[in-house]
C-alpha cells in the first residue's frame, strides 16, 4: 500500500449522525429482497441510466455489466491485503461492540493464512458516462459524491436517473453483499471544464460506532490519499496504480466504450448462482426499452 494511503474513521460530530451500519440496513424491512436481488436490481439498472446519457452523447452502444468472483490465495492473496489496507480494518474489528450484531470476524481471522481464499466480487459496468466530478469541490455535480460518500439523498435531476432511486440504494445494496460491508470504486470518466481529472479510485467501509480511547467514530472510514490533513481519492495515474494492484481493470478515459465503474467488494456474501438468476429476472428495465 503506497505510503500516504491510509483508513481514515470519521469521528462522530458533536451534533450527531448516522451510524456506519445503517447503509447495509436500508432495504431491511422494506423491500422483501435477498442480497443477490437487491444487487443485482441497483447495478444493471442505475449503470444502464449512466448508459444512456453516454450513448446520446457519443452515439456509442457498448453498454455492459459485468460481476466477476475471484478467489485469492498465496501470494496474491497476501499482496492484496496489503494495497487494500485489511490489516488496518483488523485492527479496527477489534472495537467493534460485540452487541452490535456485525459478524464478520472470520475473513479477518484468515488474513494472514495464504491457504484459505479471499472473496471478492468485481462489479464491473462499460460505455457508460461514469463517477465524474471532484467530490471535494463539486458536491452538488459529482456522481462520486453522490455514489460513495452521500446517504439518503434524492437530488436526481431528471426523470431517467430518477429511476434509479434515491442515492443510497445502490451503495446500500453494495455494502449488504460484502461480509465486511468494503466497497472500493475505480472509475474513469470524460473531463469536465473545472475539473480536468479523468480517473479516481476510492474505498468506503460503513461499520458500526464504536470508541476509541476517549474518540467516538461513527463507523464510516474512507481509504484514500493523505493530503493537507484530508483523505482525497486517488487520481489518474495514482489511481490506476491502485486499481492495478486490486486487480481491477485499467480504463482509457479516452475511449467511450472503456468508460464507467468497477466496484470492488470485500468477501461477498452472495451465492453466484443466485446472483445469476436474480440478473435474469432483474435485467428486463434495460432490455425492454432497449429491444
Not at 95 to 106: A, C, K, M
Not at 215 to 241: L, V
Request: hydrophobic share 35%; net charge negative.
Amino acid at each position: 500500500m503506497p505510503l500516504d494511503a491510509k483508513w481514515s474513521w470519521l469521528e462522530t460530530s458533536q451534533y450527531g449522525g448516522q451510524d456506519g451500519s445503517l447503509l447495509a440496513k436500508l432495504f431491511k424491512g422494506k423491500e422483501n429482497l435477498t442480497a443477490e436481488e437487491l444487487l443485482a436490481r441497483e447495478a444493471v439498472q442505475n449503470s444502464w441510466d449512466a448508459a444512456r446519457t453516454q450513448q446520446e452523447a457519443y452515439g456509442t452502444d457498448d453498454f455492459e455489466v459485468r460481476f466477476r468472483f475471484v478467489n485469492l490465495i498465496q501470494d496474491s492473496k497476501l499482496q492484496f491485503v496489503r494495497a487494500a489496507g485489511l490489516h488496518e480494518l483488523q485492527l479496527r474489528r477489534a472495537l467493534i461492540p460485540t452487541e452490535s450484531g456485525f459478524n464478520d470476524v472470520q475473513v479477518f481471522r484468515e488474513l494472514r493464512d495464504p491457504e484459505t481464499p479471499l472473496r471478492l466480487l468485481y462489479v464491473e459496468d462499460f460505455g457508460t458516462h461514469g463517477l465524474f466530478g471532484d467530490p471535494d469541490k463539486l458536491k452538488s455535480r459529482s456522481h462520486l459524491f453522490k455514489a460513495m460518500y452521500l446517504v439518503g439523498g434524492s437530488d436526481k435531476s431528471d426523470v431517467r436517473s430518477a429511476q434509479g432511486g434515491s442515492y443510497g440504494f445502490g451503495k446500500g445494496a453494495l455494502a449488504r453483499a460484502s461480509g465486511t460491508n468494503t466497497v472500493f470504486a475505480h472509475s474513469a470518466f470524460g473531463e469536465l471544464t473545472d475539473d480536468p481529472v479523468t480517473r479516481r479510485l476510492v474505498g468506503w467501509t460503513w461499520w458500526p460506532g464504536h470508541t476509541d480511547g476517549d474518540k467516538t467514530f461513527e463507523g464510516r472510514a474512507i481509504f484514500g490519499q493523505e493530503s493537507e490533513k484530508q483523505i482525497r481519492p486517488f487520481t489518474d495515474e495514482d489511481a490506476d496504480g491502485i486499481a492495478g494492484e486490486l486487480a481491477m481493470p485499467i480504463r482509457d478515459p479516452d475511449d467511450p466504450k472503456g468508460r464507467g465503474t468497477t466496484f470492488l467488494l470485500v468477501d461477498p456474501v452472495v451465492d453466484p448462482q443466485e446472483l445469476c438468476q436474480a440478473i435474469e429476472v432483474h435485467w428486463w428495465p434495460a432490455l425492454e426499452e432497449h429491444l
